[in-house]
């Protein structure tokens, strides 16, 4: 059976042209400093987001830990949105390898306003950790693919240095939200002092994420890469599909967009299910399952008839759209969700 996975856009695979660029590249010592490829990849991205230098890494968490590892030291308060990747998904990161306290705030689809970050800024007192970085995420992955407005981002940076605050972005699909607005990738990278994105989602390489700042925020980072085992040897095999990926796999996200909308339609024709198809703005779909159905019989009764889907917890199912998903493979999924259900 040929199965139409929709569990991530994590899934895709390498085209037969990435692997072929894979195959033929220059590679390396990069633990060295001696992988071509890799350094033409780092320099080419910090370009490209208007930032001094940037550094890849094997993961997106490993991103946002070197990132924020970088912007503190132990004892100081990290603030992020409740429903973060990084609160939720990183293993505790910031409070095991860092020594940080995490403050979660509760945004709305991700999205916090500037009054929150700076209601929840500590007053300088010996009692209080001192508040150091904001961490935000954009798109948001449990926002549902929300876009952040980059108006929050301006009226939040400004917040920041009022107090003298670092900010990160993750930025893990920020080319979704970059082809779904028409803001270009520098635009949101001025609001921030470092910012990651990630090769393996939609953009389709098989591994890695960079992440971009100033010299200073790089050399710090690139310690803590090695402190976590993430210093690498020829990964210019690596570094070229990413390159390759940048060149061809950016433009095309919108089908990515299209296809969720199709999804979305489909899934709020059917009475045991709650979404509301305008509020998908990018690639990913999260439904409420109603009624009588548990989430885990609507995954598996999915999964029987070749549709891939995962739980988002006790109520909700998560669908994410991506480049190995044709029309016509989501035309299926929408098909096969109403005919069930």
């Not at 990161?93 to 945004?107: C, F, M, N, Y």
Request: glycine share 8%; with cysteine.
């Amino acid at each position: 059976m040929k199965y139409i996975d929709l569990r991530s856009d994590t899934v895709t695979r390498p085209s037969p042209e990435m692997r072929k660029v894979m195959s033929e590249a220059e590679v390396g010592d990069d633990v060295w400093g001696d992988d071509p490829t890799v350094n033409r990849l780092q320099e080419r991205v910090a370009g490209m987001l208007g930032m001094e230098a940037a550094l890849f890494v094997p993961s997106g968490s490993m991103a946002n830990s070197v990132s924020i590892l970088a912007h503190t030291s132990r004892g100081d308060e990290v603030l992020m949105e409740k429903e973060s990747h990084t609160f939720n998904y990183e293993v505790a990161a910031p409070a095991v390898i860092g020594g940080l306290q995490v403050h979660p705030l509760i945004g709305k689809s991700g999205v916090l306003e500037p009054e929150q970050i700076e209601s929840a800024i500590r007053p300088m007192d010996v009692h209080n950790p001192s508040t150091k970085l904001v961490v935000l995420e954009n798109t948001h992955n449990r926002g549902g693919g929300k876009i952040y407005p980059l108006d929050k981002f301006a009226a939040i940076r400004e917040i920041a240095n009022k107090h003298n605050l670092a900010m990160h972005l993750d930025g893990a699909r920020i080319f979704n939200a970059c082809v779904a607005t028409g803001i270009s990738p520098k635009e949101y990278a001025r609001h921030f002092d470092s910012l990651m994105f990630c090769f393996s989602k939609g953009l389709g390489a098989p591994v890695g994420s960079i992440v971009a700042g100033s010299k200073e925020f790089i050399e710090k980072a690139h310690r803590y890469r090695k402190m976590l085992g993430g210093g690498m040897r020829q990964i210019g095999i690596l570094a070229a599909a990413a390159d390759y990926a940048l060149d061809h796999n950016v433009e095309r996200l919108q089908e990515d967009h299209e296809h969720a909308q199709i999804l979305a339609n489909a899934l709020a024709s059917v009475k045991d299910f709650s979404i509301d198809p305008s509020a998908v703005e990018t690639n990913i779909i999260i439904f409420e399952v109603n009624g009588s159905l548990s989430v885990q019989d609507v995954i598996d009764r999915l999964a029987e008839k070749g549709v891939l889907m995962i739980p988002f917890g006790s109520k909700y199912v998560r669908a994410v759209t991506h480049l190995d998903v044709s029309r016509e493979d989501v035309e299926f999924a929408a098909k096969v969700a109403q005919e069930i259900f």
